[in-house]
């Protein structure tokens, strides 16, 4: 299992901390400074069935830019190539399974399909 976390970030803490306590193991990946690719990107938005502005943080400032971005198609590499420059955009924590299941735990129900 492989998580995506910003320390700072205390649903991310409370995640680990989950794991922790369940005694699952697990990787940390702490994607501020260890970036995903466009390409890794491409493949968790693909697990995780979203699209890119979908996991964009729209309140960071870095965000900015994106504001008048369409959310189509023809930008969805844009998106990515957004995500990628500026990780701090990018929702957390992304929980990946060894199964490959995927999703932004950012609430305890999520969390919890994690935990079994």
Known sequence: MEI??????SKCRAATKAFDDAGIAYT???YLDDPP????LTAVLARLNL???DIVRTNEPEAKPLRDLPRDAAHRAD???????????IQRPIITADDDTTAVARDPETLAQFLR
């Open 28 to 30: 940390v990946r702490r």
């Open 4 to 9: 995506w976390i910003n320390p700072a970030c």
């Open 37 to 40: 690719t466009p390409e890794e």
């Open 51 to 53: 699209e890119p502005w």
């Open 79 to 89: 998106w990515i190539q957004a995500l990628a420059d500026a990780p701090i955009l």
